[in-house]
C-alpha cells in the first residue's frame, strides 16, 4: 500500500485513541485508557504501531490531535475540534451522513454535515455530564454491571423505571432509591439509557435531524442507547465500525487535508 | 494600543479616584447605557460605568435571587464591599429587570446619605431614572422629557448648581464628537485586512466609558490617524459579538475567539457606546434632544416584544443587527448570553433564524455564568466554529 502516512491522536477524558493512515487507508488503530496507570503514552503508542507495520516515525508526513487534551501531544502539527474530526470520520465511513451524533465520555455533539462532509452547524451538551458516557459510568458503579454489558442487558429488560436525566448526582440518588425499593436492575438500566438518548435527542433536534444519521463515540457501542434513540427518531441510526476511534480518524484525515494546505 | 487606555482599563477604581483628586469634581457610577451621561457632564461630573468583575459573590449571594444575572450582583457585590466607595453618586436606570431592584439593594447594602441642607436629604445618594418600557408613542418624549428634568434637578440641588442649557450643549458637542469618532472606528473595522484587532476595538470602548470624554476623544483621534494609515493589519475569521455586558469577561471572549482564529469585527454588547449609532441634535431645546437620543437606544430591553401582544418579534433589533453584520462582511456571529439575562434570550431565536434564514451565516449560542472558568468551558465550542467557517 503506498502513499502518506497521516496520524490522527484523539485525547479524551477517559481514553486516548490513535489512527494512522497510509494513502487514505487505515493501517492501525489503538485505545488506551487514560485512567490505567500502565497505559502506554500516545507518543509511545504511536512508535510501538508504526513498528508493528514496518514503519519510522520519519516517514508520517502529518498528525493532527484532536479532543480534549488535543494541546497536549507535542507532536501533533496541528489541533483540529472534535466536532470537525468526528464529521470527517463518520462521512469517511458514510458518505451518506447528514447528521452526526457523538456520544463521548463527557461530552456529546451533534453535527449537521453537508453533502460533501463539510460540517455546517453544530450543538454540544451543557456543561453537566448528565446524558455523557460518563453518566453511564456512573451509574453502571451503583448498578455493578460492567459498562460493556449496560446496553445488552437494558435491551432484555422487561420494563423501563423513570429516571432523570439533568444531573448526574440526583440520578444517581434515585437510582440508589429504585434498588431500595426492590426495583429490577435491568429496568432501571433500561431506564438510564433512555434518560441518556433523550438527552443526545434533544441535541439531534436542535441540529435538525437529517438522514442519514451516524453515531459515534464510545456511546454509540451501547445497543441499548442505539435502539432508544432510533426508536424516538422513528429511522434506522448507523454506527461505523469502531466508532470509539471515529475522531482520531477524523484527526488523521485532516492531516491528509493539511499536509496539502496547512 | 494607546497606554492610557490600558492603565485606565487595568485599574477603573483608582483611574477614577485619581481624576477626582486631581479635579476636586465629583465622580458619578451608572449602570447601562440608558443613563443620560450629558447631563452628569454638563454638571462637571465624571460618569463613570459600573461594572462588575468575575470574583466570586462575597456579600450580595444572600440578598439576591440565585436566578438572576450575576453580573448585576456582581456589581452590587463590588459596592457592598466598598470597591465604589469613591463614587459621590449612583445612577441606575429601570433597564432590565434585576437592576431595576439594584436601586433597592444598593441603599440597602451602601446606606449613603446624599447631600442635605438643614437635615433634608437634597438628593439621594442612588438616584433613579424611570425609563419608559415603551420608547414609541404619542406621549413618550413628553413623559421621558419629564422624569429626565427631575433627574437634571435633583442633581443641581445636590450640586448646589444649576445645569443651564448652555451647560446641557456644551456637554453634547463633547459626546456628538465622541460619538462621531467611534462611528469612524466602526467604518475602520469594514475593511479587509481588518486595521484593528476585536481586542483592541474592546479596549477603546471598554476606556470610554471610564474616562473623560474629552481625554478620550483626543486619544482616540490619535488613534484613528494611525489606523486610517492601515500599517497594521489583524487576520482571523470575521467574527460577529453579540454579548451581555461589556468588560473583562468580555474581554477574555475576544482573546479567546482570536486565539481560534477568529477576529470579532462588530458587536451589540449591553453597555457598549457602540449603541449610540445617532448623535444628539444640536437645533433646539437640550433636553429634548438629549431624551429623543436616549429613546433611540438600541437595547434588547427595550425592543418591540416589550408588548408582544401587538408585536411578536423584535423587528428593529434585527434591522440593526443586520447592519451589523452586512457592511462587516461578517462570516460567522457568536451570541454569548449570561444566564437569566431574559432581555437577550427572549429576542436570540428570532434573531438566530433570521441571520440563518438572510444572511446565511452560521450562528453560535453560548451560555455563560459571568465567569472565566465558564468561558474556557465554551472555548472548545469557540474554536470548532471558527475551525468550521474556515476550514
Known sequence: MEGKICVGVDVGTHSTKVAILRGGEILATRVMRAQDPEAETPEAALRAMLAEAGLSWKEVSFTVATGVGRDTIPFAQRTRSEQLCHARGAYYHFPQARTVLDIGSEGVRAMRLNEKGEVRDFV??????????????????????????????????????????????????????????????????AGVIQAVAERS??????????????????????????????????????????????GALGAALWGEVLTISP | MIEEFEKTIQDRHQAAMQWKEANQKKVFGYLCCLTPETILHAADVLPVRIFGSPEKLQVADEHLVPYGCRYAASCLDLAARGVYDYLDGVVIPNSCDLISKLEYWWKELVPRKGPTLAGVELCPYVLYIAYPEKRTGRKVLDYYKHELREFKQALERGLRREITDEDLSRAIAVYNEHYQLMGQLKELRKRSPLPISGSEAWQIEYASQLMPKEQHNRLLKGQLDQLSQGTKAASGVRIFLSASATD???????????????QVVSEDISCHTSYYGNTIQTNGDPLTAIAQHSLEIDCPRSTETCSPATYPYPTSRWDRTRSRLEGYNAQGAIFYIINYCECRAIEYPYLRDKIREELDIPVLL??????LEGLEQVRGRIEAFVEMIGG
Not at chain 1, 460492567?146 to 423505571?161: D, K, Q, T, V, W
Not at chain 1, 429516571?163 to 440518588?173: I, K, L, Q
Not at chain 1, 453515531?215 to 432510533?230: D, F, H, I, R, V
Not at chain 2, 474581554?251 to 477568529?262: D, F, N, V
Open chain 1, 201 to 246: 435527542f434533544e441535541l439531534l433536534k436542535k441540529i435538525g435531524l437529517r438522514p442519514q444519521v451516524v453515531l459515534t463515540g464510545g456511546g454509540s457501542q451501547n445497543p441499548g442507547l442505539k435502539k432508544a434513540l432510533e426508536e424516538m427518531a422513528g429511522e434506522e441510526m448507523w454506527v461505523p465500525p469502531e466508532p470509539q476511534i471515529i
Open chain 2, 248 to 262: 473583562v469577561v468580555n474581554a477574555r471572549l475576544y482573546q479567546i475567539i482570536e486565539k481560534a482564529g477568529g
Open chain 2, 366 to 371: 453560548l451560555q455563560g455564568d459571568y465567569s
Open chain 1, 124 to 189: 454540544c451538551n451543557s456543561k453537566c455530564a448528565a446524558g455523557t458516557g460518563a453518566f453511564l459510568e456512573v451509574i453502571s458503579e451503583v448498578l455493578e454491571v460492567s459498562i460493556g454489558e449496560m446496553g445488552e442487558l437494558a435491551l432484555r429488560a422487561p420494563g423501563r423505571e423513570m429516571v432523570s436525566s439533568y444531573c448526574t448526582v440526583f440520578a444517581e440518588s434515585e437510582v440508589i432509591s429504585l434498588i431500595h425499593r426492590g426495583r429490577s436492575k435491568w429496568s432501571i438500566l
